[in-house]
């Protein structure tokens, strides 16, 4: 058979519509049982009814016979006779599958094997068959063929076929109607109902049997029937239309015989322009007169062989009479109809109104039953190369968007113009490849019905947000992912309903299918009300099958736990049933729906049931994105990825970002976020920055050149769940491009989603955030990170010190708590003295601590300012000289001694990386005292602590001497005691500890010896060393005389090395006498 | 157009004639069967793309058509070297591959030759003989022809994109 293949795709498209829509009808009619809806039956009736036909006109008999009994059996139904119950809509639900399975092939369906199911439909025609009785036909109810004897069905299918038409065509309309027998229809009489003669206008006065030769009309003016009767319902209206050839003729093709087409047409046009308006020769133009009309002009020559009226017929009815026509096979008007029904739907409503008509005429279904459904079926590839011009249109709106002259008031107007209406075109035709996800959601209540039967479970299914839409090609993808999820819901989620009765639940287990918009994604989700996932199985299978460990397993959170069930291989059925439990699904879904840049998300609750979530992007061609540069080539990150953008500036640049373990985090607002610096990821030591922009071919921005700038920018970026920051050079704007899937063979790049064409037209690539989150490393557990940060900070304990550089290669460090403020000073106000510098701060004359003087560290180039760190706890005011203050860190209490030490260090530290000093402030401090000071404060030191060191009672009356001696002695660590006179002295002898004393004969002259008598007359201290100093002048008498007297020494005053010198002797020898130990004085 | 080139068309002799697309690749000369051939285009403004096999130069826009470029030098076993004002982007037909082309040296001229003139293929120069028996494993050579002032190099543009083993 040579039908032309566009018609048979036509049919098959039809047809499965019509199937689609069948399968959920069947579903309700089976729930409604008892009460029958006849507006459903009647639907289902019908479409099965259409599909019969047209099958049988393009001579797929299987299809048809099998349409044939299930329509038999639908008619059943719908008179009352046979129950929907699920033992019926069983076999009608398969011979829908049958005929889908034939509509996907064909041309092979005549071989396909139907026999079983037809005789199993049968079985409840026959049964019902008995209970058959005369119906009385109802306004709005088409009435069932009366079922033939029942014959096997293929034997005399097509004849029933006709049978049951003729007899519908016979029935249709209203009540009052006798059976015309077969013979009167094949003289081509035409029964127009009431209805449909109501219908006509009245200014539609004419009414004409026209005589269409097709063929001749396709080949001389390449009419189709479909252009014909558009054209002719412009003018009129078509009210019938009738095809005279035989069976025989169908099977050998409909091109090559002449194939006479009558219509019955009313219009105003008389009869003379009719043939104008027809094309047709006067023979093929028939007026038809009404029955009354008739009567009235019996005879008219023009009607040549028209019969004379059935005696039967009731005279209020108006019947029209056309020219004798063969045997009428109204199938194959009705495919006609059906064919210009959904080609003239769209075009023309009075070409609907009348095939509506038409419809009406044959079934007598009113018009309220019926859907009308104003669309087109389009071809899928038009629909693409819209999309793909559309895209085009967008980059050319965004180069001239680009280039235009702002400046010029029309231009820019007319750009926005433009502009505006490139969107609404781009989202129009997006629009039209939106499909309901309903298309996919509907499919389940069978599924689950059958799982229902297999599993011997009671599951509910409960369908939100069908309306929700998605991208054509999003839909396609999800089907298999959505149904093994929903299987995998039915097989382990939901308990048998035994095993629910004893949790306590309701005997009917839950599944809720919900789709919804948020935030710009699609979330879709599938929920059950089972038993959950128990996570201990899966940590069993997670150990069993070496995917983790148990230490792993310990620090997993629950959700990751729940994830591993995603991985391939693993599933936690114990039994592998044939729907679902091979562990070939997760995974699968998960990949799947990654591949669509979405997310896959599970929660569950042990006992209570599981919840599956996918979360989709709306489209896929043009979306909005990030534009940033990475040294000359721009990348496009889509806006859907990227939460938030974060600048650096300054010092924050290289001390904000930390390090924790192996990788870079910033803290954001208390949650640390792993960084990624774009360049180090794209960097696979292939390729060389060509431009040359780096010289050297340096391999493209490690971040370097970033960092060391003034400012650093990264992008907080989130994949689903995990979140990072990716470090970039600039970043240019947003853009909305579109997307150019990668070329095959660098399809498996994770890095990438897609190329673009930028305004300028180079090629940008888009970045695919879960691939660089995958590659980076970055996952979920950025908990881990967190953990690992807190806990290396307390590991080692830790204080909060000051960083600052004096010369340029060290950093040093100092606990804040040793610091009492710092001050800014001017260099130039700084003096010297004596080698060391002071400067007044707060009125005291501050020492400045130079650091390269007292340790072995480099020096500084000291400018205009520096600060000043004020020590705290420091017993006299000194400052160190700091050149750079660099931050304040915690730092750990530990410090190393060992790498390098140096007297005035306290220890070393590894801090951001480099080797850090710990100044000893107070050691510091001491090492720059000069001599005196520190004279004074070791005798300081030694009267606090006691009297170790020797005391001399110096006698001396003159005050300059006072001074010299005591200076003298102090020099030496004596201590000091003074008296003004000999008499003091003795007294203070007596009173106080004294090891030597002094006495200044020159000066004091005789009492000097009188002292020196009484002091060696007696008493306790008699033996006391005892120096006098005598003058230059009178050295030898005076010597004399003091050594005479009893002084054990006697020195000229002035000479302080050796009068010191007699002083050590004496007390040694004194120390040596007194004590067994004797101290050392020196 | 080159002289050489056009000293080197030859005669037509028996045998289907197949005219060939030549151009130069490190100064030897190579082509490829004509009808391969979509387009020759001047572009050089190439976006690379990071991580993608050493032979992929990157992709370039060609009228708003993102094409994937391959570097045939690197494909064939020679260096890299910059494109310059001579080099040349061969797109092929879309039955050859999906929208992408290879980057030359220089463009040759339109040969014709016949069928029976292409000659198997056997290692020629001792000194890159290993780069070239690389070439016959990899199916890149259809054969050799020698013309009257150079030998052309037959290259198979089919399994350009099957090289990395990647799927066309």
């Known amino acids: 058979m040579q039908f032309d293949e566009a018609i048979v795709d036509e049919f098959v498209a039809e047809a499965k519509e019509h199937m689609s829509s069948i399968e959920g009808d069947l579903l309700s009619l089976e729930k409604l049982s008892g009460d029958i809806d006849p507006a459903l039956v009647n639907k289902v009736f019908r479409a099965i009814h259409t599909v019969k036909g047209s099958a049988g006109f393009l001579g797929f008999v299987k299809l048809s016979d099998l349409a044939h009994v299930m329509e038999t059996l639908l008619s059943l139904i719908r008179s009352g006779e046979i129950r929907p119950n699920a033992e019926v809509v069983d076999p009608l639900l398969k011979g829908v599958d049958s005929i889908n399975a034939m509509l996907s092939s064909i041309n092979e369906s005549n071989k396909m094997e139907i026999a079983g199911l037809v005789g199993r439909i049968e079985k409840f025609i026959i049964r019902g068959a008995d209970a058959v009785v005369e119906e009385q036909?109802?306004?709005?109810?088409?009435?069932?063929?009366?079922?033939?004897?029942?014959?096997?069905?293929?034997?005399?299918?097509?004849?029933?076929?006709?049978?049951?038409?003729?007899?519908?065509?016979?029935?249709?309309?209203?009540?009052?109607?006798?059976?015309?027998?077969?013979?009167?229809?094949?003289?081509?009489?035409?029964?127009?109902?009431?209805?449909?003669?109501?219908?006509?206008?009245?200014?539609?006065?004419?009414?004409?049997?026209?005589?269409?030769?097709?063929?001749?009309?396709?080949?001389?003016?390449?009419?189709?029937?479909?252009?014909?009767?558009?054209?002719?319902?412009?003018?009129?209206?078509?009210?019938?239309?009738?095809?005279?050839?035989?069976?025989?003729?169908?099977?050998?093709?409909?091109?090559?015989?002449?194939?006479?087409?009558?219509?019955?047409?009313?219009?105003?046009?008389?009869?003379?322009?009719?043939?104008?308006?027809?094309?047709?020769?006067?023979?093929?133009?028939?007026?038809?007169?009404?029955?009354?009309?008739?009567?009235?002009?019996?005879?008219?020559?023009?009607?040549?062989?028209?019969?004379?009226?059935?005696?039967?017929?009731?005279?209020?009815?108006?019947?029209?009479?056309?020219?004798?026509?063969?045997?009428?096979?109204?199938?194959?008007?009705?495919?006609?109809?059906?064919?210009?029904i959904t080609d003239q739907s769209p075009e023309s409503p009075s070409g609907v109104a009348s095939s509506e008509d038409m419809e009406e005429k044959i079934f007598g279904v009113s018009k309220s039953a019926r859907e009308v459904s104003e669309t087109i079926r389009l071809n899928v590839s038009v629909i693409d190369k819209l999309m793909t011009l559309a895209g085009e249109l967008v980059l050319v709106r965004n180069q001239y968007v680009r280039s235009v002259n702002k400046a010029d008031p029309i231009l820019r107007a007319i750009s926005q113009r433009l502009d505006v209406v490139t969107t609404e075109i781009q989202e129009s035709i997006m629009s039209t490849r939106m499909q309901p996800i309903g298309n996919i959601f509907n499919k389940f209540p069978r599924v689950i019905r059958e799982m229902n039967r297999q599993l011997g479970k009671k599951i509910e299914v409960e369908i939100h947000g069908a309306d929700v839409e998605l991208d054509k090609t999003i839909l396609e993808a999800l089907a298999d992912p959505l149904t093994h999820l929903v299987r995998n819901s039915c097989d382990h989620g939901v308990e048998t309903p035994e095993e629910r009765i004893k949790k306590g639940k309701t005997e009917t287990g839950h599944i809720v299918l919900k789709a919804y918009h948020e935030g710009g994604q699609i979330n879709i989700v599938i929920k059950d009300d089972g038993r959950g996932i128990s996570l201990d199985k899966v940590r069993k299978k997670a150990i069993a099958r070496k995917v983790k460990t148990a230490q792993e397993l310990d620090q997993m959170s629950d959700k990751e736990i729940l994830h591993l069930t995603t991985q391939p291989g693993f599933s936690t059925a114990d039994k592998i049933t044939g729907l679902s439990g091979r562990g070939v699904g997760l995974d699968v879904v998960k990949t799947s729906v990654e591949e669509l840049g979405g997310v896959f998300d599970i929660e569950s609750v042990e006992g209570?049931?599981?919840?599956?979530?996918?979360?989709?992007?709306?489209?896929?061609?043009?979306?909005?994105?990030?534009?940033?540069?990475?040294?000359?080539?721009?990348?496009?990150?889509?806006?859907?990825?990227?939460?938030?953008?974060?600048?650096?500036?300054?010092?924050?640049?290289?001390?904000?970002?930390?390090?924790?373990?192996?990788?870079?985090?910033?803290?954001?607002?208390?949650?640390?976020?792993?960084?990624?610096?774009?360049?180090?990821?794209?960097?696979?030591?292939?390729?060389?920055?060509?431009?040359?922009?780096?010289?050297?071919?340096?391999?493209?921005?490690?971040?370097?050149?970033?960092?060391?700038?003034?400012?650093?920018?990264?992008?907080?970026?989130?994949?689903?769940?995990?979140?990072?920051?990716?470090?970039?050079?600039?970043?240019?704007?947003?853009?909305?491009?579109?997307?150019?899937?990668?070329?095959?063979?660098?399809?498996?790049?994770?890095?990438?989603?897609?190329?673009t064409v930028m305004g300028d037209g180079k090629v940008a690539m888009i970045l695919d955030v879960q691939g660089i989150a995958r590659k980076a490393g970055i996952s979920t557990e950025g908990k881990v990170v967190?953990?690992?940060?807190?806990?290396?900070?307390?590991?080692?304990?830790?204080?909060?010190?000051?960083?600052?550089?004096?010369?340029?290669?060290?950093?040093?460090?100092?606990?804040?708590?040793?610091?009492?403020?710092?001050?800014?000073?001017?260099?130039?106000?700084?003096?010297?003295?004596?080698?060391?510098?002071?400067?007044?701060?707060?009125?005291?004359?501050?020492?400045?601590?130079?650091?390269?003087?007292?340790?072995?560290?480099?020096?500084?180039?000291?400018?205009?300012?520096?600060?000043?760190?004020?020590?705290?706890?420091?017993?006299?005011?000194?400052?160190?000289?700091?050149?750079?203050?660099?931050?304040?860190?915690?730092?750990?209490?530990?410090?190393?001694?060992?790498?390098?030490?140096?007297?005035?260090?306290?220890?070393?530290?590894?801090?951001?990386?480099?080797?850090?000093?710990?100044?000893?402030?107070?050691?510091?401090?001491d090492k720059s005292e000069n001599k005196w000071l520190l004279e004074e404060r070791l005798r300081r030191e030694a009267m606090a602590k006691g009297s170790d060191l020797p005391r001399v009672l110096v006698v001396v009356e003159d005050p300059y001497m006072k001074i010299l001696v005591r200076r003298y002695l102090h020099s030496d660590g004596y201590e000091v005691g003074m008296a003004g006179s000999g008499e003091d002295a003795l007294k203070r002898i007596g009173e106080e500890n004294f090891d030597a004393v002094v006495c200044d004969m020159a000066g004091l002259g005789k009492s000097a010896l009188d002292f020196i008598f009484a002091l060696r007359g007696g008493g306790r201290h008699s033996g006391i060393p005892a120096v006098a100093l005598v003058s230059v002048e009178r050295m030898e008498a005076e010597k004399k005389a003091a050594l005479e007297a009893g002084y054990s020494a006697a020195e000229i005053k002035l000479e302080k090395d050796q009068f010191l010198l007699t002083m050590a002797e004496l007390l040694n020898r004194a120390m040596s006498r007194t004590s067994a130990q004797g101290d050392d004085n020196e | 157009m080159n002289n050489d080139v056009m000293d080197n068309e030859i005669e037509a002799e028996t045998g289907r004639k197949i005219q060939l697309c030549t151009f130069r690749l490190a100064g030897r000369l190579f082509g490829v069967d004509i009808l391969t051939v979509k387009e020759i285009n001047t572009e050089t403004n190439f976006t690379e793309i990071f991580h993608a096999p050493k032979q992929i130069v990157g992709y370039v826009n060609i009228r708003g058509q993102v094409h994937l470029v391959l570097d045939l030098r690197m494909l064939l076993g020679f260096t890299w070297k910059d494109p310059d004002k001579e080099s040349r982007v061969v797109i092929f037909k879309q039955n050859i591959g999906e929208s992408f082309g290879a980057l030359v040296d220089k463009i040759g001229d339109i040969i014709e030759v016949s069928e029976d003139q292409i000659e198997a293929y056997g290692a020629q120069d001792d000194a890159q003989a290993a780069m070239e028996d690389s070439w016959k494993s990899r199916n890149l050579v259809v054969g050799v022809c020698k013309l009257e002032k150079d030998l052309l190099v037959v290259l198979n543009a089919k399994s350009f994109l099957g090289t990395f083993g990647q799927k066309q």
């Open chain 1, 608 to 755: 209570e049931g599981s919840s599956m979530s996918l979360r989709l992007p709306l489209t896929l061609a043009i979306i909005p994105c990030l534009i940033v540069q990475l040294d000359e080539y721009r990348y496009a990150i889509p806006q859907v990825n990227v939460e938030e953008l974060v600048c650096l500036y300054d010092e924050d640049v290289d001390t904000k970002i930390e390090i924790a373990g192996d990788r870079e985090v910033y803290r954001l607002r208390n949650n640390l976020l792993s960084m990624v610096r774009l360049g180090k990821l794209l960097d696979d030591g292939l390729r060389k920055v060509r431009s040359g922009s780096h010289g050297h071919g340096t391999t493209p921005g490690t971040g370097d050149s970033a960092s060391r700038g003034k400012s650093v920018n990264f992008g907080v970026l989130k994949a689903g769940a995990n979140r990072f920051g990716l470090i970039i050079d600039k970043i240019i704007g947003t853009e909305e491009i579109v997307v150019k899937p990668m070329h095959p063979a660098v399809k498996d790049l994770s890095f990438y989603a897609g190329a």
């Open chain 1, 786 to 925: 967190e953990q690992r940060l807190e806990s290396a900070a307390e590991e080692m304990e830790t204080h909060t010190a000051l960083l600052f550089e004096y010369g340029p290669e060290e950093q040093y460090a100092l606990a804040l708590s040793l610091i009492k403020r710092i001050e800014k000073i001017k260099m130039a106000d700084v003096e010297k003295l004596g080698g060391d510098r002071f400067i007044t701060i707060d009125g005291i004359s501050t020492q400045l601590i130079t650091l390269s003087r007292l340790l072995n560290v480099s020096t500084c180039q000291e400018g205009e300012e520096m600060f000043l760190l004020l020590p705290k706890h420091v017993g006299r005011p000194v400052g160190i000289l700091i050149d750079k203050l660099l931050d304040i860190e915690d730092v750990p209490s530990q410090l190393n001694d060992e790498s390098y030490m140096e007297d005035g260090l306290l220890g070393t530290a590894i801090i951001r990386e480099r080797l850090t000093l710990f100044p000893d402030v107070f050691r510091l401090v």
């Open chain 1, 137 to 340: 036909p109802a306004p709005n109810a088409a009435v069932a063929p009366k079922a033939p004897p029942p014959t096997p069905v293929s034997a005399i299918a097509r004849d029933n076929a006709l049978e049951s038409l003729l007899s519908q065509a016979r029935q249709a309309g209203q009540a009052p109607k006798s059976p015309v027998s077969v013979s009167t229809l094949d003289d081509g009489e035409y029964q127009l109902s009431e209805m449909i003669m109501k219908d006509v206008p009245d200014s539609l006065r004419y009414i004409y049997l026209l005589r269409y030769d097709l063929t001749q009309l396709a080949s001389s003016t390449g009419k189709t029937p479909n252009t014909l009767m558009k054209e002719l319902n412009e003018a009129g209206k078509i009210l019938d239309t009738n095809i005279k050839f035989t069976v025989e003729d169908l099977r050998e093709g409909l091109p090559k015989k002449p194939l006479f087409c009558d219509v019955v047409y009313a219009t105003s046009i008389e009869m003379d322009l009719m043939k104008g308006v027809s094309g047709l020769s006067k023979d093929a133009i028939v007026e038809l007169k009404t029955v009354r009309e008739h009567e009235k002009t019996f005879g008219d020559p023009r009607d040549p062989g028209y019969e004379e009226l059935s005696p039967d017929r009731p005279e209020s009815e108006e019947l029209f009479i056309a020219q004798e026509v063969e045997q009428e096979v109204k199938q194959v008007t009705e495919n006609i109809e059906e064919i210009s």
